[in-house]
């Protein structure tokens, strides 16, 4: 290869020129000509040995340029790259300029790099753990939740209520008349919600009793498809029905019929314990960002195009899978989850992925500094939680982050842990649990990590030695299970 330089075109993007000897042009030229000689029938012409002007004759004089110049940038450049000692991320943008048999090449590659970025001083820093104790109205609201899951519906003959269910006979019909059978339907059970709305079938429905029939007009929202969607349909809904919702007392025999204690005090107590746990294993898992939240906020990191274009992609395809799953088109999921305002949506994405792009390029820097490495034992562990955490079997995990393509995310999930673990031991957390309850929640979650690992067997001696890639590939895996 000949000569390279590099022009910086701001803090997170430069733009190499590359020299290459016309040696190498005419050698890589010549292997786009076999190539193409190969693949083209040419009357007259054995296979492959068609003269290089008789195949630009019949593809174009540019097509065999265009090869060569395909088929050996990635090379060309991945040397200019080691050569200047450049940090890439994202894929480069290639000019060609000349690649002409017998001249120096001249081709330009522009592409983002990881920018300079002066880690705060974290060693003794306080930082507050997140909320851990449980309140005694989530409790009642964990308690409720049971309470629901044995309710009782019965059909009443007072008036509908808010919280009630009703049983509908539903009838949509259009200008012209007709009946609209995708909007209407028979024996619907449908709960009035609590608070106010701005269904016309809501503010309908409170004060009416079986017998009554309602008329109203309404739109038709995006769930019902691009024909339906955004019509005005005349509604009559006919009351059968109101079905009132009992909930079981809290008592003894309530604890009998829930679960497998004998009194109610014994049942709060272990939902107590339960839940606690719960909330103390969520705010320990949100310590790990809020650090590198603190650590971020004291920062300012110029940020990769590329790399927040790439999160958007990434969160824009999970909405896709979940529009799919729930049997819309992006875009009406997207109206629907932004509350008819997708720019809102779109804005909030975009925040997200650069708060992201932020928080990991912070702490791949903080690692390289502390020379945080991964080893066999590291990606074993990150596969059983990750197996953990999907409900899925590790074996299954392993296969499908050990593919080419996904192990790079596997060590990049396992670095960036032991990165923050490295921090979390370097700060001071302040309002943490007392260390019996978190010493006893880290334990279980230990026991359940050694369990997976010691009944299955997790290959890994193939992972890579170092590198990092997008820590999200296990979920996008899930999603795309999920839906099947």
Same mark, same amino acid.
């Given at each position: ?55 630009? *004759? ?123 059978? =995708? ?31 309602? *008329? ?9 498809? /691009? ?13 059968? /029905? ?34 606690? *746990? ?13 650090? @590198? ?81 991964? =080893? ?43 990165? @923050? ?32 690992? /010691? *009944? ?29």
């Amino acid at each position: 290869m000949g000569t390279t330089t590099v022009e910086t075109i701001d803090e997170t993007k430069v733009k190499l020129a590359i020299t290459v000897d016309a040696a190498e042009v005419t050698a890589a030229i010549d292997a786009a000509h076999r190539k193409l000689a190969s693949q083209i029938k040419v009357p007259g012409f054995r296979p492959g040995k068609a003269p290089l002007k008789v195949i630009e *004759s019949r593809l174009g004089k540019g097509a065999v340029m265009e090869e060569a110049a395909r088929a050996s940038l990635p090379r060309i450049y991945s040397e200019a790259v080691q050569e200047l000692d450049i940090d890439p991320v994202g894929q480069p943008r290639f000019d060609v300029e000349t690649f002409n048999r017998g001249q120096d090449g001249e081709v330009t590659a522009t592409v983002d790099v990881r920018p300079t970025i002066e880690v705060p001083d974290y060693v003794g820093a306080q930082v507050p753990h997140p909320e851990w104790e449980l309140t005694e109205e989530e409790l009642q609201q964990n308690l409720d939740a049971m309470r629901e899951r044995f309710a009782e519906v019965e059909t009443v003959e007072r008036p509908a209520q808010a919280g009630d269910h009703v049983t509908l006979t539903l009838t949509g019909r259009n200008a012209a008349g007709d009946v609209v059978d =995708e909007a209407s339907t028979e024996d619907f059970l449908y709960e009035i919600p609590e608070g106010e709305t701005d269904s016309e079938l809501d503010k309908q429905l409170p004060g009416s009793k079986a017998g009554d029939i309602l *008329s109203f007009r309404d739109e038709l929202g995006p769930d019902y498809g /691009e024909e339906l969607a955004g019509q005005t349909l005349d509604f009559t809904a006919i009351v059968k /029905e109101v079905k009132a919702t009992t909930l079981p007392e809290l008592d003894d025999d309530f604890a009998l019929t829930a679960s497998e204690f004998d009194t109610i005090d014994e049942l709060i107590e272990d939902l107590r314990e339960q839940a606690g *746990s719960e909330k103390r294993q969520m705010a320990r898992a949100n310590l790990r960002g809020a650090v @590198i939240e603190f650590l971020a906020d004291q920062v300012e990191i110029p940020l990769p195009e590329s790399l927040v274009e790439e999160e958007q992609r990434f969160r824009l395809s999970r909405i896709a899978h979940q529009a799919e799953h729930n049997g819309l088109t992006f875009e009406q999921f997207v109206t629907l989850a932004a509350g008819g305002d997708p720019q809102e949506l779109i804005d909030q994405i975009k925040a997200e992925a650069e708060q992201t792009v932020k928080a990991q390029l912070l702490v791949d820097e903080i690692g390289q500094q502390a020379e945080i490495t991964v =080893e066999q034992d590291d990606l074993g562990q990150e596969v059983a939680r990750q197996a953990m955490r999907m409900g899925r079997d590790p074996q299954e995990i392993a296969e499908i982050m050990l593919q080419p393509d996904r192990i790079g995310a596997l060590y990049a999930d396992a670095y960036r842990r032991k990165t @923050i673990d490295h921090v979390l031991a370097q700060v001071e957390v302040t309002g943490a649990p007392p260390e019996e309850l978190d010493a006893a929640d880290e334990d279980d979650d230990l026991d359940d990590i050694e369990e997976i690992i /010691e *009944s299955n067997t997790v290959p890994v001696e193939d992972a890579p030695d170092g590198g990092a890639a997008d820590e999200d590939a296990a979920d996008e895996e899930e999603d795309s299970s999920d839906e099947e």
